[in-house]
């Protein structure tokens, strides 16, 4: 198998200083940790979440990595890149029956050279029970499971890495939350004086904290580092968007020349904007934005 050094990850990610007048007056200073820029088909927290999964891949000799996802799932996408650069053999089971033609993410994924199945939405919501994965292990033989959005033990090491890139001093970060990995792993890099914002992207995301707090037991056997949720800035859902939000990504775009990926990125900054116009933190904080990655598909 072709190492996976030879993807050439830009680590570590740049980290650019964000200028805007809705946060002038505020005396908050906001850092923006550009890890979409890590690598143009594995970016952010996906290329972390993975490093190490591939690794102990690699370590007990697999040569598949299967994973879950929905139809427009970045994870799915990544995974078929990690596959592709890594020399892996990549499954992916995807929620709900197919359709063709395939959508843009599902194309990538193939063009990638990953192999995709399909689960009713039944049976997709025991994709972690003993029958499906047995079945699954029948029909495709062993491989190394990556769980849905890549967050377990693992993938918390890779996000844990983070916080040593960053040399300025800082008293907050920002990440959107899906599953919960990228800030399990964030939080206990930290030190016990800063503090993880976390926005679920995910309507009624208050749930996520035990999933939080699980995935740090996993890997630390306690929960770690100082965090909390704000859940409010859902804009409906997950992979759902309001006229506000659609707002919001324009004007930053036309501000900052940076077009927010709306499932996640655009989320976490409206919140951070938010919270910060309405006097959440003092005077003399350093925010650390972090940008994970994007939801545009890869031009091949």
């Given at each position: 198998?072709?190492?996976?050094?030879?993807?050439?990850?830009?680590?570590p990610?740049?980290?650019?200083?964000?200028?805007?007048?809705?946060?002038?007056?505020?005396?908050?200073?906001v850092?923006?940790?550009?890890?979409?820029?890590?690598?143009?088909?594995?970016?952010?927290?996906?290329w972390?979440?993975?490093?190490?999964?591939?690794?102990?891949?690699?370590?007990?000799?697999?040569?598949?990595?299967?994973?879950?996802?929905?139809?427009?799932?970045n994870h799915?996408?990544?995974?078929?890149?990690?596959?592709?650069?890594g020399?892996?053999?990549?499954?992916?089971?995807?929620?709900?029956?197919?359709?063709?033609?395939?959508?843009?993410?599902?194309?990538?994924?193939?063009?990638?050279?990953?192999?995709?199945?399909?689960?009713?939405?039944?049976?997709?919501r025991?994709?972690?029970?003993?029958?499906?994965?047995?079945?699954?292990?029948?029909?495709?033989?062993?491989f190394?499971?990556?769980?849905?959005?890549?967050?377990?033990?693992?993938a918390?090491?890779?996000?844990?890495?983070?916080?040593?890139?960053?040399?300025?001093?800082?008293?907050?970060l920002f990440?959107?939350?899906?599953?919960g990995?990228?800030?399990?792993g964030?939080?206990?890099?930290?030190?016990?004086?800063?503090?993880?914002?976390?926005?679920?992207?995910?309507?009624?995301?208050g749930?996520?904290?035990?999933?939080?707090?699980?995935?740090?037991?996993?890997?630390?056997?306690?929960?770690?580092?100082?965090?909390?949720?704000?859940?409010?800035?859902?804009?409906?859902g997950?992979?759902?968007?309001?006229?506000?939000l659609?707002?919001f990504?324009?004007?930053?775009?036309?501000?900052h020349?940076?077009?927010?990926?709306?499932?996640?990125?655009?989320?976490?900054?409206?919140?951070?904007?938010?919270?910060?116009?309405?006097?959440?933190?003092?005077?003399?904080?350093?925010?650390?934005?972090?940008?994970?990655?994007?939801?545009?598909?890869?031009?091949?």
């Amino acid at each position: 198998m072709r190492e996976l050094q030879s993807v050439d990850p830009r680590l570590p990610s740049p980290v650019a200083e964000l200028h805007d007048d809705r946060l002038a007056g505020s005396g908050v200073r906001v850092l923006l940790k550009r890890d979409d820029l890590i690598h143009p088909e594995i970016p952010g927290n996906k290329w972390r979440k993975l490093k190490y999964n591939v690794a102990s891949a690699r370590e007990r000799g697999l040569d598949t990595l299967l994973t879950f996802g929905g139809a427009y799932s970045n994870h799915i996408r990544a995974t078929a890149a990690v596959g592709h650069y890594g020399g892996f053999r990549t499954i992916g089971v995807i929620r709900g029956e197919e359709h063709l033609p395939l959508n843009p993410s599902l194309a990538y994924a193939t063009a990638r050279g990953m192999r995709l199945t399909y689960l009713d939405r039944t049976t997709y919501r025991a994709k972690t029970s003993d029958a499906v994965i047995s079945g699954l292990r029948r029909e495709f033989g062993e491989f190394h499971l990556l769980p849905e959005g890549g967050s377990n033990s693992a993938a918390v090491l890779g996000c844990a890495e983070l916080p040593a890139e960053l040399t300025e001093p800082f008293d907050v970060l920002f990440c959107a939350v899906g599953t919960g990995g990228t800030l399990a792993g964030v939080a206990a890099g930290l030190t016990v004086h800063q503090l993880v914002v976390g926005v679920p992207v995910l309507k009624g995301g208050g749930f996520l904290e035990g999933e939080i707090v699980e995935l740090q037991q996993a890997t630390y056997n306690s929960r770690v580092g100082t965090w909390r949720l704000e859940c409010d800035y859902h804009f409906g859902g997950y992979a759902k968007r309001t006229p506000e939000l659609e707002a919001f990504i324009e004007d930053f775009d036309a501000r900052h020349g940076m077009l927010l990926d709306w499932v996640y990125e655009a989320k976490m900054m409206y919140a951070l904007v938010d919270q910060v116009s309405r006097g959440a933190f003092a005077s003399g904080t350093t925010i650390i934005a972090l940008i994970s990655g994007s939801g545009d598909v890869p031009e091949l």
